[in-house]
Nanobody, 115 residues
Framework: QVQLVESGGDLVRPGGSLRLACAASGIMFSAYVVHWDRQAPGKEREWVGYITSDGSTYYTESVKGRFTISRDNAKNTVYLQMDALRFEDTAVYYC?????????WGQGTQVTVSS
């Protein structure tokens, strides 16, 4: 059974940092592209960025230079390091693994940026 579990969400002040983790089980994790998406209250889910199986990363424009995705295949975990957080980064963050036509989602973790 495939399971993706996000963790690390919290309440943080503007300008602060958080590191989210996405731990996978039940799949050959290293072969998957892992995406981070987010959904803010009242808004559509949006793509944040992804990391390929060989470690290449891509980000949406609004997070470039502030967010960093990395992976530790030995731990079956992908991380989303978020720095210089802004109010508009408040959202539920989801990880998503894709390989060919297969897609698996986590349940999400809440990030709230507030003073």
């Amino acid at each position: 059974q495939v399971q993706l579990v996000e963790s690390g969400g919290d309440l943080v002040r503007p300008g602060g940092s958080l590191r989210l983790a996405c731990a996978a089980s039940g799949i050959m994790f290293s072969a998957y592209v892992v995406h981070w998406d987010r959904q803010a209250p009242g808004k559509e889910r949006e793509w944040v960025g992804y990391i390929t199986s060989d470690g290449s990363t891509y980000y949406t424009e609004s997070v470039k230079g502030r967010f960093t995705i990395s992976r530790d295949n030995a731990k079956n975990t992908v991380y989303l390091q978020m720095d210089a957080l802004r109010f508009e980064d408040t959202a539920v963050y989801y990880c998503r693994c894709t390989r060919g036509g297969a897609v698996f989602w986590g349940q999400g973790t809440q990030v709230t940026v507030s003073s």
